[in-house]
């Protein structure tokens, strides 16, 4: 079985802090694709990025950045100079190749940032 | 613009009531899920479906049945209502054989049983 857990239930920040949010999974599969996800306010799931379990390199995309680590089975999350904008729950999910393509996720992590 | 609908943004219902959530994708994808949120649990899977007629249980399928007759639509149902039931319910779907790719959610149902 898979798992995900997303330690920090809820983070708050001020604008231009940088933030981690942290990811551990459990999985016996070899082959897997690891997620991030926005969920905003408004309540729909934004994708963010997607990993593969044979691909360790590290990703930038604007102010965010990932950091995979299989020795550790982590996949954080860094949001460089945080906006308000940021302000949103963020999912942290697991998908294996055996297991009829659903996602496991994680219990997700309340984001805040003050101005 | 691809696109899944949920038919309903909130709904209240009465303990020991039938509800229907419904759940409509236009991108022509063989799978379709059905997740509760809840606070610190995530987004728990509760039934999916590969196919037309097909279904599996997922994580917490108790309290719960699903219908796929056409190849878009992916109903919920909630046989008998109950407080406990009270959650965000979302939507997904993707493209058969298509593992960690395209995954699409619904602006999600909030549910309310009193």
């Known amino acids: 079985a898979q798992k995900v857990t997303q330690a920090q239930t809820e983070i708050s920040v001020v604008e231009k802090e940088d933030v981690t949010l942290d990811c551990v999974y459990e999985?016996?599969?070899?082959?897997?694709?690891l997620f991030w996800y926005k969920q905003p306010p408004s309540g729909e799931l934004v994708f963010l990025i997607r990993?593969?379990?044979?691909?360790?390199q590290n990703e930038i995309s604007g102010r965010y950045s990932w950091n995979f680590q299989k020795s550790t089975s982590s996949f954080n999350f860094t949001i460089t100079a945080s906006q308000v904008v940021d302000s949103a729950v963020y999912f942290c999910?697991?998908?294996?190749?055996?297991?009829?393509?659903?996602?496991?996720f994680g219990g997700g992590t309340r984001l805040m940032v003050k101005p | 613009d691809v696109k899944v609908t949920q038919s309903s943004r909130y709904l209240v219902k009465r303990t020991g009531e039938k509800v229907f959530l419904e759940c409509v994708q236009d991108?022509?994808?063989?799978?379709m899920f059905w997740y509760r949120q809840d606070p610190g649990l995530g987004l728990r899977l509760i039934y999916f479906?590969?196919?037309?007629?097909?279904?599996e249980k997922g994580d917490i399928p108790e309290g719960y049945s699903v219908s796929r007759e056409k190849k878009e639509r992916f109903s919920l149902i909630l046989e008998s209502a109950s407080t406990n039931q009270t959650s965000m319910y979302l939507c997904?779907?993707?493209?058969?054989?298509?593992?960690?790719?395209?995954?699409?959610f619904g602006s999600g149902t909030r549910l309310t049983v009193v």
């Open positions: 999910a697991l998908s294996v190749t055996n297991a009829g393509n659903m996602l496991t």
């Open positions: 999985t016996r599969d070899t082959t897997y694709y």
């Open positions: 990993r593969n379990s044979f691909d360790e």
């Open positions: 991108m022509d994808h063989e799978n």
């Open positions: 479906s590969y196919d037309v007629k097909m279904k």
């Open positions: 997904a779907s993707n493209r058969q054989g298509a593992v960690g790719y395209g995954y699409t």
